[in-house]
T-cell receptor, first 112, second 115 residues
Framework: SQTIHQWPATLVQPVGSPLSLECTVE??????LYWYRQAAGRGLQLLFY??????ISSEVPQNLSASRPQDRQFILSSKKLLLSDSGFYLC???????????FGAGTRLSVL | AQSVAQPEDQVNVAEGNPLTVKCTYS??????LFWYVQYPNRGLQFLLK??????LVKGSYGFEAEFNKSQTSFHLKKPSALVSDSALYFC?????????????FGGGTRLMVKP
């Protein structure tokens, strides 16, 4: 069966520090991968998606970047965090067979 | 462009009563429609989807949703609410020719089921 892992679960970082959030998927190959941000426990904003290794599409210009160094690994990064980067970050993968996006448990980032 | 609206920030219902969480959408062409549920500090869990076929879709935990093309709606329903159904519910849509298979989510509706 397929599983998706995100870590860390929570993170507190000072303004101006770097960020690296990791997401990995097991049990499938060549998945579409997505990073979302959820602010204030409400709507989801799509940040990045990837249809293959090294292929990243950005939906919103911002302080963040994404990379996909391996087929089932998706990384969200920042060189210098801003207060506005605080939020709940969710990674998802799409099952081609079921046409469903499945989500990880999320990372709650607090930038202080 | 695809969009989703969830007109209610919060829905309150008594345990045992039927519940409806509303969703309307806008797409070019035919849509794929989804409902997800989120419990506090957790990721989204898939509930059900409409791709094609029967307009009434049954999903997890006794939930169902009805696709209404003329009203561009996909309301989530359950005949008898449980206190444990209290959570944040998201409707999502995708156009069939969406190259990145990207979903657009509504703003979410908080469901409160009171004993």
């Amino acid at each position: 069966s397929q599983t998706i892992h995100q870590w860390p679960a929570t993170l507190v970082q000072p303004v101006g520090s770097p960020l690296s959030l990791e997401c990995t998927v097991e049990g499938t190959s060549n998945p579409n991968l997505y990073w979302y941000r959820q602010a204030a426990g409400r709507g989801l904003q799509l940040l990045f998606y990837s249809v293959g290794i090294g292929q990243i599409s950005s939906e919103v210009p911002q302080n963040l970047s994404a990379s996909r160094p391996q087929d089932r690994q998706f990384i969200l990064s920042s060189k210098k965090l801003l207060l506005s980067d605080s939020g709940f970050y969710l990674c998802a993968w799409r099952s081609l067979a079921k046409n469903i996006q499945y989500f990880g448990a999320g990372t709650r980032l607090s930038v202080l | 462009a695809q969009s989703v609206a969830q007109p209610e920030d919060q829905v309150n219902v008594a345990e045992g009563n039927p519940l409806t969480v509303k969703c309307t959408y806008s797409v070019s062409g035919n849509p794929y429609l989804f409902w997800y549920v989120q419990y506090p500090n957790r990721g989204l869990q898939f509930l059900l989807k409409y791709i094609t076929g029967d307009n009434l879709v049954k999903g997890s935990y006794g939930f169902e949703a009805e696709f209404n093309k003329s009203q561009t709606s996909f309301h989530l329903k359950k005949p008898s609410a449980l206190v444990s159904d209290s959570a944040l519910y998201f409707c999502a849509v995708r156009e069939r020719n969406n190259a990145g298979n990207m979903l657009t989510f509504g703003g979410g509706t908080r469901l409160m089921v009171k004993p």
